[in-house]
């Protein structure tokens, strides 16, 4: 575990990254596709202008010499990165996430938590929840009680990603829980919760297509038509 000289554990690792992650993104940005990039997620954060297979290759440059994050550091990364004004650390912070979530603790939910609500936008969102929680989830299963509480709440995204935490699921996943999220936000008239009611039921209906197609036909007068049609795209 790293501890810092004032004592705080996972800064250090976490505070290297970040400084270092920052140096070469400045380094190799470009201004020209900076302004594509920042179009593609419409003008609401900055972008270095690097692209995702060159941003990869850095991180993996970058965070090797500082050796595998403890649970303490995954924590301390995602704030650290969401305070830089660029996109393209939040992308790293939560690749790097995922890729290390076996060894997160159980705290890491409520740092994730905020990070969903900070800068919020499907392109980070998306992958927070079934990237990074849906496994802290299958990892830690009393946590899903918070996403219960997620999905009678009002923020939307903390909805869309207790909706989406399954994703990856397959066979394990909890069918009633996925109708019950989708039933609970099913009359929100925004775009971003029923597009994720669809998509969720749409993965689902690769394992299980009679119950997806069931569930559809039986709530079709409380879904929405988007939500159909993304839930009925491969039945």
């Known amino acids: 575990m790293d501890v810092v000289a004032d004592g705080t554990p996972g800064l250090d690792w976490a505070d290297a990254a970040v400084s ?36 990869r290759s850095i991180a ?45 603790r159980p705290e890491l939910l409520a740092v994730a938590a905020g990070l969903v609500v900070t800068k919020s936008w499907w392109d980070t969102v998306d992958a927070l929840a079934s990237k990074v929680i849906g496994p802290l989830v299958r990892q830690f299963p009393p946590l899903v009680e918070t996403l219960d509480q997620w999905i009678v709440g009002d923020e939307l995204w903390l909805a869309r990603t207790a909706i989406l935490h399954q994703l990856s699921y397959k066979g394990d996943t909890d069918v009633d829980r996925l109708f019950r999220y989708s039933l609970t936000w099913a009359s ?48």
């Not at 704030?79 to 997160?104: G, T």
């Not at 689902?204 to 795209?233: G, I, M, N, Q």
């Open 20 to 55: 270092a992650l920052t140096e070469a993104l400045e380094v190799a940005g470009d201004a020209d596709r900076a302004v594509d990039m920042r179009r593609y997620i419409r003008d609401q954060f900055a972008c270095f202008g690097v692209p995702t297979p060159q941003r």
């Open 60 to 104: 993996t440059q970058v965070l090797a010499p500082l050796g595998p994050p403890s649970g303490r550091d995954l924590e301390a990364l995602g704030p650290l990165a969401w305070a830089v004004d660029q996109r393209e650390l939040q992308y790293i912070a939560v690749d790097v996430l995922a890729r290390h979530v076996k060894l997160a």
């Open 188 to 235: 929100c008239p925004d775009f971003f919760a029923r597009k994720a009611i669809g998509w969720a039921l749409r993965q689902y209906a690769r394992t299980d297509p009679d119950a997806v197609r069931a569930f559809v036909a039986e709530r079709r007068d409380v879904l929405s038509p988007l939500t159909v049609r993304e839930a009925s795209k491969h039945l």
